[in-house]
């Protein structure tokens, strides 16, 4: 997901729940400032070698990580990826890395929750600010929700 240029495109001409995550925290070397200034293509945000290592590390775990969840919490998981966009704020976006219900295949009212996969290497603090930001901006976002 993270090298489709669709995708890349679509969350640039929107906010996304990192960015306000990013601007609210300062989490990853940015602020406000550092945001809007990667929004307006003034600074190159493009992941160092090690960054975009993280990254595929965290996406390859995630199909592993949703089926443990879905077992070990009694859930299911639905809608792994959506791009969501909210319906009166279409600049308000989010990519869910998945939906939860109690029952198998949801209608959207049936959902009870959104999941959001993190990982990290041992020793590395938990930017919980950052995440607790990023969650609460795709709650909001796919309370109306309108997948893409």
Same mark, same amino acid.
């Given at each position: 997901?993270?090298?489709?240029?669709?995708?890349?495109?679509?969350?640039?001409?929107?906010?996304?729940?990192?960015?306000?995550?990013? #601007? $609210?925290?300062?989490?990853? #070397?940015?602020?406000? &400032?550092? /945001?809007?200034?990667?929004?307006?293509?003034?600074?190159?945000?493009? %992941?160092?070698?090690?960054?975009?290592?993280? /990254?595929?590390?965290?996406?390859?775990?995630?199909?592993?990580?949703?089926? $443990? $969840?879905? $077992?070990?919490?009694?859930?299911? /998981?639905?809608?792994?990826?959506?791009?969501?966009?909210?319906?009166?704020?279409?600049?308000?976006?989010?990519?869910?890395? #998945?939906?939860?219900?109690?029952? %198998?295949?949801?209608?959207?009212?049936?959902?009870? #929750?959104?999941?959001?996969?993190?990982?990290?290497?041992?020793?590395?603090?938990?930017?919980?600010?950052?995440?607790?930001?990023? &969650?609460?901006?795709?709650?909001?976002?796919?309370?109306?929700?309108? %997948?893409?």
């Amino acid at each position: 997901m993270s090298d489709d240029p669709k995708w890349l495109a679509w969350r640039e001409e929107g906010i996304t729940a990192s960015d306000v995550a990013e #601007g $609210a925290t300062g989490q990853y #070397g940015k602020g406000p &400032v550092g /945001v809007v200034a990667r929004k307006l293509g003034l600074i190159d945000d493009t %992941p160092t070698d090690e960054q975009q290592a993280r /990254v595929d590390r965290g996406h390859a775990l995630e199909e592993r990580i949703i089926t $443990a $969840a879905e $077992a070990l919490h009694g859930i299911h /998981v639905v809608g792994e990826q959506m791009w969501c966009e909210h319906a009166e704020h279409s600049w308000l976006r989010c990519t869910v890395d #998945g939906l939860t219900a109690d029952v %198998p295949e949801p209608t959207m009212d049936k959902i009870t #929750g959104v999941l959001e996969v993190k990982t990290r290497f041992q020793h590395t603090p938990r930017p919980w600010d950052y995440w607790r930001a990023q &969650v609460h901006v795709q709650m909001v976002g796919t309370l109306s929700l309108i %997948p893409l």
